[in-house]
């Protein structure tokens, strides 16, 4: 009888399922997940099930059906869309920060030095206190040019001495002396060729224009990346990138190994691929963020923008003292070129009576105080050191991205290799899309790159072409368009100022002549090709 009932037990116990049998493995811990991430537990399976319906995850046993497996795909890439804008915020925040500081500093210095013009100017009696709208209005057209209006300081410099050497004249000129609109406007033409105000003028339009160009460029410079960083970080993940994401952070769960952390290859992989044309931004960035670099440092170079800046009053009043003491040599050329003035008994040049030298601040006698060069330092060291910050961000992202999927991995063989626990062997791939051809982790085709940003890599040319003319002290805004990098652009007026006249800083509109022009000479040149062959038949016969 012991036979039997042996046999009978051995039976019963081979029928009992084990822990062993994978098809029953409870889904516990992968429906509270579940719950957990906002989604009902409608259809989730109490065991684990047969995975063949998987289409992102590796078949086999499974706690995850097909609407699981797609739900799980769009939340890894609403986080991790979410993780890009956060990264993108964050650097958005630091430029503006940026823009802010040196907007606050160089405003500031505009303002400190308008307030320095009754100071330094007074000295010239009415040819000050009857003429503050003139010294006024030259302010006005540099502030109006760094926020953004479309104003050329060359012009508005030169118009500025001539009306400057308009009033000054007048004022030197007898009392019994009516000079008309049109003399005067002889006498100022006489600029150019005999200098009155020595080399003023010349040399402080140069240093004037360098500094302002620079220092608007760089402002737009800051708002440009800006708005790069704005658009790229609101691209949305590829198709092929999800089920990536799919694949690296929710699969592991499917197959009950919640607890073991992608390898950090295998997520560099995965997010080098689905960054793969955010990184093809990182040639033409360094290269903006480069010579923004560089553009910051101009500023302290000599003379430096705060020198340049708070010195405007001094070089006006040397300009004013040169004329003053030269006056009587100038008046004569002026009677040689625009003849006497129109009264009768002023045919001649009255001699003036030597004038005293004012004891006014002349330009070069200038100093800045030492407050004001620390400051400088100060602020063109923070601004050199942030931008530094900021130039390898695009290939950096998807290290940043790793960083915070991978934590806590300290074994590369312990690790989810995107089909089980252990070591991940393919390398590692380089950044851009076109390295990507042979990315095991996300399908790419390389030869359809994301148009959203190959439009802000032409943006960032444009930017970094405007900011190599702005440190050769170029009015980069009136070049010709053709010179200029064109493309769609970005629509934007620094500061709110837009130009009345003129396209935005941003876009260039079609040189519609040119157009004309280039289809009228093909039309032409059509037209020739065609009576050619009849020539040649009439001279056959």
């Not at 010294?135 to 040019?145: N, P, T, V």
Request: with cysteine.
């Amino acid at each position: 009888m012991r036979l039997p009932v042996l046999l009978c037990a051995a039976v019963c116990l081979c029928a009992v399922p084990g822990p062993a049998a994978g098809a029953d493995r409870s889904c516990a811990d992968l429906r509270q997940f579940y719950t957990g991430k906002g989604f009902t537990l409608a259809g989730v399976p109490q065991t684990e099930i047969s995975g063949e319906h998987l289409r992102m995850c590796p078949q086999g046993p499974t706690c995850c059906t097909s609407t699981m497996e797609e739900n799980l795909a769009g939340l890894s890439a609403q986080e991790t869309e979410g993780l890009i804008r956060e990264a993108g915020r964050s650097l958005q925040a630091a430029f503006n920060a940026l823009h802010r500081s040196f907007d606050t500093y160089f405003t500031e210095l505009h303002a400190t030095s308008e307030r320095s013009l009754q100071e330094v100017l007074s000295p010239l009696g009415p040819l000050y206190s009857q003429n503050t709208r003139l010294y006024g209005d030259l302010y006005a057209d540099l502030r109006q040019y760094y926020r953004g209006s479309a104003l050329n300081l060359d012009e508005n410099l030169s118009d500025f001495w001539s009306r400057l050497l308009e009033r000054t004249f007048k004022a030197s000129a007898p009392t019994d002396v009516t000079l008309s609109e049109d003399y005067l406007e002889c006498v100022a033409k006489q600029q150019e060729t005999l200098r009155p105000f020595g080399d003023v003028p010349r040399d402080m339009k140069a240093k004037v224009i360098r500094a302002f160009v620079t220092a608007r460029s760089f402002v737009q410079g800051l708002l440009v990346s800006t708005e790069v960083v704005r658009k790229v970080s609101q691209v949305s993940l590829s198709p092929e990138c999800v089920k990536a994401l799919m694949k690296l952070v929710y699969c592991p769960h499917c197959r009950g190994l919640a607890s073991v952390k992608p390898c950090p290859n295998y997520c560099a992989n995965v997010m080098k691929g689905c960054l793969a044309n955010q990184a093809d931004l990182d040639p033409e960035w360094q290269n903006l963020i480069d010579i923004m670099m560089q553009v910051a440092s101009s500023f302290s170079t000599a003379p430096s923008l705060d020198v340049v800046l708070d010195s405007i009053p001094a070089r006006i009043y040397e300009a004013v003292h040169f004329l003053q003491d030269n006056m009587d040599t100038f008046t004569a050329k002026v009677y040689q070129t625009c003849g006497p003035p129109g009264e009768p008994g002023t045919g001649s040049p009255t001699a003036h009576e030597p004038r005293r030298k004012s004891s006014s601040l002349t330009a070069s006698e200038y100093k800045p105080s030492p407050t004001a060069g620390l400051r400088l330092e100060m602020q063109v060291s923070d601004l050199y050191s942030k931008l530094r910050e900021m130039r390898l961000y695009w290939i950096q992202l998807p290290v940043a991205l790793c960083s915070k999927v991978v934590a806590g991995v300290n074994s590369q063989d312990k690790c989810w290799n995107g089909i089980t626990k252990a070591r991940y062997l393919p390398e590692v791939m380089g950044d851009g899309l076109a390295n990507q051809i042979n990315n095991p982790e996300v399908e790419l085709d390389i030869t359809k790159p994301d148009m959203t940003i190959r439009q802000q890599i032409m943006q960032l040319k444009i930017m970094s072409n405007r900011l190599k003319n702005a440190l050769e002290g170029n009015d980069v805004d009136f070049q010709d368009a053709s010179d200029d990098i064109s493309g769609s652009g970005s629509g934007m007026c620094v500061g709110g100022q837009c130009p009345r006249s003129r396209p935005g800083l941003y876009a260039y509109s079609p040189d519609n002549n040119r157009v004309r022009g280039a289809a009228t000479s093909h039309a032409g040149l059509c037209g020739l090709l065609l009576l050619l062959p009849l020539t040649v038949l009439l001279l056959q016969r």
